[in-house]
């Protein structure tokens, strides 16, 4: 097992492990970006030593060719987490640029 460093000594007790944030967040609202052109925004039921996670009542955002957003709700979905590039705890989302359209589909 390696320590994980976050920049420097800690003189708290508040260090710990991504796979414990990532417990801290269950029952939580959580904003995910893939690694593909799609974010998803949704209630963190469960995951796994591989960060597959259940999501249940979650949106998804496609950014579509146009800079414009394509959205789509879900009601539960077990997300690979091969796909994850970053998880943000209590995400709402991304932010369309000014002007873009929007679609729902």
């Known amino acids: 097992v390696s320590n994980l460093h976050l920049g420097g000594p800690r003189t708290d007790d508040m260090s710990f492990t991504p796979l414990e944030l990532i ?4 029952g939580s609202r959580v904003h995910i ?16 030593d591989f960060v597959n996670m259940v999501l249940e009542d979650v949106t998804e955002f496609e950014t579509v060719a146009d800079g414009g957003q394509k959205t789509k709700k879900l009601d539960q979905i077990l997300l690979n987490g091969n796909n994850v590039a970053m998880l943000i705890p209590g995400g709402e989302g991304p932010v369309a640029p000014e002007g873009a359209p929007a679609a729902e589909e």
Do not use: A
Not at 23 to 26: A, Q, R, V
Not at 33 to 41: A, G, I, Y
């Open 33 to 48: 970006v893939m690694k593909t052109d799609k974010e998803l925004v949704g209630t963190l039921l469960g995951f796994d």
């Open 23 to 26: 417990d801290k967040c269950i």
